[in-house]
T-cell receptor
Framework: GAVVSQHPSWVICKSGTSVKIECRSL??????MFWYRQFPKQSLMLMAT?????????EQGVEKDKFLINHASLTLSTLTVTSAHPEDSSFYIC??????????????FGEGSWLTVV | QKEVEQDPGPLSVPEGAIVSLNCTYS??????FMWYRQYSRKGPELLMY????GNKEDGRFTAQVDKSSKYISLFIRDSQPSDSATYLC?????????????FGTGTRLLVSP
């Protein structure tokens, strides 16, 4: 099946530093990718929609200056958590929808990235 | 009220049991329904997807959608310990190009040998 790769799988950083998470679609092109965060025992909450070649669309309540999204190519989107604080510690997951649907309108998820801010 | 409601569980069953997982929703515009399985500390894995009302079967899994009741179900037959995971329902509308998913909270399933 289609693969979406995230890197790093887990990262620990100091409070006040910035962390970049990459999301790559390995065998398809995706003009649109999505970033979610998931707190323990809670559901996935959409943070933003990443659009190749244009600005990301952020969900209500998500600080765009804190969570910088860059979608530089049709296979890569990055999420940068700037000036990270302990409350930003969470599981960040990306997803991508193939520009040419592989199986219906399926959206594929990455393996997720665990961020711990100390 | 959340757009999608799902019992968080945990739901504990013995191996071989039939499992029923359910979600209710409030937005009648939802047309595309999915079930994802998520193992601990991993990203969600798509299990089933259905469009509009009806049933869909894939191996031991059956997805059922009742739009009139705004109710969807996932049935797992002959459950195995390897089925132990959190099951998330997700749904979306044509208005978003079937891209913007709204998730339930997930139901944690435990299948004991």
């Amino acid at each position: 099946g289609a693969v979406v790769s995230q890197h790093p799988s887990w990262v620990i950083c100091k409070s006040g530093t910035s962390v970049k998470i990459e999301c790559r679609s390995l065998d398809f092109q995706a003009t649109t990718m999505f970033w979610y965060r998931q707190f323990p025992k809670q559901s996935l909450m959409l943070m933003a929609t990443s659009n190749e070649g244009s600005k990301a669309t952020y969900e209500q309540g998500v600080e765009k200056d804190k969570f910088l999204i860059n979608h530089a190519s049709l296979t890569l989107s990055t999420l940068t958590v700037t000036s990270a604080h302990p409350e930003d510690s969470s599981f960040y997951i990306c997803s991508a929808r193939p520009d040419r649907p592989l199986f219906g309108n399926t959206i594929y998820f990455g393996e997720g990235s665990w961020l711990t801010v100390v | 009220q959340k757009e999608v409601e799902q019992d968080p569980g945990p739901l504990s069953v013995p191996e071989g049991a039939i499992v029923s997982l359910n979600c209710t929703y409030s937005n009648s515009a939802f047309q595309y329904f999915m079930w994802y399985r998520q193992y601990s500390r991993k990203g969600p894995e798509l299990l089933m997807y259905t469009y509009s009302s009806g049933n869909k079967e894939d191996g031991r899994f059956t997805a059922q959608v009742d739009k009139s009741s705004k109710y969807i179900s996932l049935f797992i037959r002959d459950s195995q310990p390897s089925d132990s995971a959190t099951y998330l329902c997700a749904m979306t509308t044509m208005n978003t190009g079937f891209q913007k998913l709204v998730f339930g909270t997930g139901t944690r399933l435990l299948v004991s040998p």
